[in-house]
């Protein structure tokens, strides 16, 4: 158990829609990011966030977004869902900026049909 | 942050040492070696890293050649629950976001 807790579990829904992923990171890290997991692209870096702020962004598409909320919890937004959105989400946290050893959640595995 | 190259997949006895390489040749000064491995699905561990001295932890052992330009994780004595994928991934570590840039990694089995 890595301390990130990720909800929910499974997300089935259909196209056209909008959904929201929620984190938590382990107690006290400040950073949270957000990696998307599919069969064709892999492991990819999307956002993360310091302190409630965006520090970096990845390979995040216009139709997603996130937050990271005062008490540290974050929340990625997808919107107007593709197929091709389908994959496992995870969240990971750091206790600083730069911080490389990163505990990931769970994830998030998204179904758009 | 530096490329890196890995086999696409390696078979090892259960209790024998299993040894993933990973070459970096274009490693930079400021660049460490990381390695995290992901079980079936699962999100993805942190399981060492290094500069360029060798580093050992209760998980595993990191060898990183005097050029840096390649590096061997070592489980010592593996078990079935070291079956994953294993990622080696260079990046600096010091201000920055530090994303983590995933390649295909290593898919490690263990055979009984």
């Known amino acids: 158990d890595s301390g990130v807790t990720q909800t929910p579990k499974h997300l089935i829904t259909a196209t056209g829609q909008r959904v929201t992923l929620r984190c938590s990171p382990r107690s006290g890290d400040l950073s949270v990011y957000w990696y998307q997991q599919s069969l064709d692209q892999g492991l990819q870096f999307l956002i993360q966030y310091y302190n409630g702020e965006e520090r970096a962004k990845g390979n995040i598409l216009e139709r997603f977004s996130a937050q990271q909320f005062p008490d540290l919890h974050s929340e990625l937004n997808l919107s107007s869902l593709e197929l091709g959105d389908s994959a496992l989400y995870f969240c990971?946290?750091?206790?600083?900026?730069?911080?490389?050893?990163?505990?990931f959640g769970p994830g998030t595995r998204l179904t758009v049909l | 942050d530096a490329k890196t190259t890995q086999p696409t997949s390696m078979d090892c006895a259960e209790g024998r040492a299993a040894n993933l390489p990973c070459n970096h040749s274009t490693i930079s000064g400021n660049e460490y070696v990381y390695w995290y491995r992901q079980i079936h699905s699962q999100g993805p561990q942190y399981i060492i890293h290094?500069?360029?001295n060798n580093e050992t932890n209760e998980m595993a052992s990191l060898i990183i050649t005097e050029d840096r330009k390649s590096s061997t994780l070592i489980l010592p004595h593996a078990t079935l629950r070291d079956t994953a994928v294993y990622y080696c991934i260079v990046t600096k570590t010091q201000q920055g976001a530090q994303k983590l840039v995933f390649g295909q990694g290593t898919r490690l089995t263990i055979n009984p």
């Open positions: 290094g500069l360029k």
């Open positions: 990971a946290s750091s206790p600083n900026w730069g911080g490389n050893e990163q505990f």
